[in-house]
């Protein structure tokens, strides 16, 4: 029968299908879903690696939340972070996008200056960085104290600490410049022109045209801004280890000591899984928000 | 080889821009000089750490504390180089990071990601696009949650202070870009698959003679992000690799800040660092030099909207 011909071919497409996503399907369960299920029984457990893990039902949970004021710190430290980095980030790099997509002379080369922070190692912007924010001899207080100016302590000010980080965070947003810049060059320009014909002025047409055109964009960058933003780790232990007094103890280095230099296995699962939760939670949010303000070209 | 002589790209901008900016009225003009005024300032913030890092390279101990700083050192000690790269076996860092981590690590993320890519978007199957989305959830699990596990599981097999914890995992595709992959594969016009198909191809003869040849600019943009993604690891090495002579480029130069944080003794500590950082950015600023065009495009792939 015709019907169960086509049902046939069907399924041997699906087997085909399959077959060829079976690298990512076997590495989702190996690499993904069983860490996650694993990691979910080991924060109901105590657990050094050492010793087998033992049972001890949501104590770590109610540990960090009523024994652990270190926990606060952390968690106020992040979210500081994360609500700043992201929008920032993203706002930075649409206007930076938006300036490269007017007439300017030389722009890939100035395209290409402001995206290569995002491909330089982390170790290195650590590096330079902490030389050239160092309190002392580093070259912006330098400058400062050679034209008789207080100097900035950029990193070793609890204040000022988190938005250092942030600041260079921003630095390297070139990803996100060159997604918004692309995305400008293609806003059809026949919806400018008819904008100018019915007397729209430049700033009119940048409000109620360009942004809402990049809005799909804004969405997918400030998610990957919030979901990076949660995760930070590398920077801040490499540039300020967490401090000054912990204004830089980040949950991603929170966590990791727990797990590597306390060998508390069971805490830091625990940990992750919170964290897990806040990054689900914080996408839905900002899918569910996006029926609101992003444009998706009317074809729903 | 291209024998053409190519056209100044800068050049031509030059002279189109000039000939628009002759017909500017003045408020025209206000906004150009604007325009350019906070494009100077944010080229200087950019290239600032840079020629920081090169400046302070090139100096020694009587000129890098000096303030007002000294931008142009002179005399200039280029043996910095020479003695901050000798000054620890970063020549062994090189080599386990290119040939025990990032080349091994390119070739299964690049072959991976393409044959399940290939499955997402060439062949039709009822539950695609479930999975695909499903696939591109996965980037919402933190690493943090995998961390523990992963680490007590390749324990277990024996490969804690091997690569093999970094390259295996690689082998089976990685979402983000399986997602750029796919979106690569989408444009390629499904007659030419099912020409093949007519011609008694199977599908995997098409993948390797028919779409991967079409996406040479695509799987370009993947192995580049693979291998600058490994060259630039930090974290992965940092739990898995801690044997002294497997160390990487990353963790080699945070070895030796940290070394000189804890003893002020090191003479030229300062420069050395920056000497050896300066020599660790050079290969991507080439490779992006080079890939410039390929880098841009891989890049607008991934924001483009569904």
């Known amino acids: 029968m015709n019907n169960g011909l086509s049902s046939k071919y069907k399924q041997r497409d699906l087997a085909i299908g399959l077959l060829f996503i079976s690298p990512w399907l076997v590495g989702f369960f190996l690499w993904t879903l069983y860490p996650l299920a694993s990691s979910l029984y080991y924060s109901f457990t105590r657990y050094d690696l050492l010793r087998p893990a033992q049972w001890i039902g949501f104590a770590n949970y109610i540990e960090l939340f009523t024994d652990d004021p270190q926990f606060y710190t952390v968690i106020y430290n ?28 030389a722009r890939p080369v100035f395209r290409a200056i402001f995206f290569f922070p995002a491909i330089v190692p982390t170790v290195v912007v650590a590096v330079v960085w902490q030389f050239l924010l160092n309190i002392q001899f580093g070259a912006i207080n330098s400058v400062l104290q050679g034209i008789g100016l207080p100097v900035i302590p950029f ?22 410049i060159v997604i918004f810049l692309a995305t400008l060059q293609d806003v059809p320009r026949s919806l400018y022109e008819a904008a100018t014909v019915d007397g729209a002025n430049a700033l009119q047409k940048f409000w109620n045209i360009t942004i809402p055109m990049c809005t799909p964009v ?4 400030l998610i990957m801004g919030f979901i990076d933003g949660f995760q930070s780790f590398t920077l801040p232990w490499l540039l300020t280890g967490g401090g000054p007094s912990n204004s830089t103890e980040f949950y991603a280095l929170y966590l990791y000591r727990n797990a590597f230099a306390y060998l508390r296995m069971g805490k830091a699962s625990a940990m992750a899984w919170l964290l897990f939760i806040v990054i689900v939670l914080f996408t839905f949010i900002l899918f569910k928000s996006s029926a609101r303000w992003v444009y998706y070209g009317g074809e729903k | 080889m291209n024998l053409r002589v190519p056209v100044n790209p800068l050049q031509r901008t030059t002279s189109a821009e000039i000939e628009r900016l002759r017909k500017l009225t003045p408020l025209g003009w206000l906004t150009e000089i604007l325009k350019y005024t906070v494009l100077t300032l944010l080229t200087v913030t950019y290239i600032l750490p840079f020629f920081w890092m090169v400046s302070s390279a090139l100096k020694n101990d009587s000129q890098v ?3 007002p700083p000294i931008w142009i050192p002179s005399p200039a000690y280029w043996e910095n180089f020479v003695n901050a790269w000798a000054s620890q076996p970063f020549n062994l860092y090189v080599w386990n990071t290119v040939w025990l981590y990032a080349i091994p690590a390119t070739v299964g993320i690049v072959l991976s990601s393409a044959i399940v890519a290939y499955g997402f978007s060439r062949i039709k199957w009822p539950g695609r696009e479930t999975l695909f989305y499903l696939c591109l959830a996965t980037m919402m699990v933190p690493f943090q949650v995998q961390m523990v596990p992963l680490f007590m599981i390749f324990k277990q097999f024996g490969w804690i202070d091997s690569f093999l914890p970094l390259i295996v995992p690689a082998f089976f595709g990685s979402p983000f870009y399986i997602f750029m992959l796919r979106q690569f594969f989408m444009t390629i016009p499904a007659e030419l698959s099912d020409a093949a198909r007519i011609d008694g191809a199977n599908e995997l003869d098409i993948l390797f003679r028919i779409i991967l040849p079409l996406s040479r600019p695509a799987l370009t943009v993947v192995a580049l992000f693979a291998f600058i993604g490994a060259w630039n690891d930090y974290l992965g090495p940092l739990i898995y690799v801690h044997d002294n002579s497997k160390l990487v480029l990353a963790l080699g130069v945070e070895n030796m800040r940290r070394a000189m944080m804890f003893n002020s003794t090191i003479s030229n500590a300062y420069p050395y660092l920056m000497a050896v950082s300066t ?10 030099f080079f890939g410039q065009k390929t880098f841009i495009e891989g890049i607008s792939m991934t924001g483009i909207k569904e």
């Open chain 1, 78 to 105: 992040t979210l500081y972070y994360v609500i700043l980095s992201a929008p920032l980030g993203v706002i930075s790099a649409f206007l930076m996008g938006a300036l490269l997509n007017t007439k300017i002379a």
């Open chain 2, 65 to 67: 504390y000096v303030v």
């Open chain 1, 155 to 176: 990193l070793s000010s609890p204040d000022l600490a988190k938005p250092s980080l942030i600041m260079i965070y921003m630095w390297a947003q070139g990803n996100a």
């Open chain 1, 218 to 221: 804004i969405l997918f960058n």
């Open chain 2, 279 to 288: 020599i660790v950015v050079l290969p991507i600023l080439i490779m992006f």
